[in-house]
């Protein structure tokens, strides 16, 4: 499946840091960094539930926001990239 | 159709901090803020093309990114949020 992964984490005192830090770090073990807090994941759902769980347990409820989009298989490939865009290729994938 | 705007203005300097209100702005008028820089929004094929033509000549393309991903109608009831999400209502849905 694929998934982006949007997040908010409040870092106005250093323990917001350092969770900013560890779901970034988190996110990363999982997919590809676009943007500071945007991710492009592509998962089993297994995947999807642990991230989901680790993100859970990182953040703050009360203070940080995390978004999980599920999108349609593929769907990555098709977003229109303004500015220094990154082209993250999933799956593999190479334009020769 | 349903689009998700993301976007990352470098703020390093006082015309980045220009661009990037004007970037929410221009967000603001076609759909729902759920996190900084993170838009939900609803709109025809048309408002499509007036948002990146808006986009485009607003940011900076050597120094900012906006990233609008298509997704398929209705998929952004499908959020999983975690901590202090925003639920948006796009469509006057309301839940009784």
Do not use: N, W
């Amino acid at each position: 499946m694929d998934l982006l992964v949007t997040y908010d984490v409040d870092t106005t005192s250093t323990t917001g840091a350092r969770r900013l830090r560890r779901v970034a770090k988190i996110c990363e073990g999982h997919g590809i960094r676009v943007q500071k807090s945007v991710f492009e994941i592509v998962c089993t759902e297994a995947q999807r539930v642990l991230l989901e769980h680790q993100l859970r347990e990182t953040i703050d409820l009360q203070l940080d926001s995390v978004r999980i989009y599920p999108l349609p298989i593929r769907s990555l490939d098709t977003v229109s990239q303004i500015g220094t865009g990154v082209q993250a290729h999933h799956r593999g994938d190479q334009i020769i």
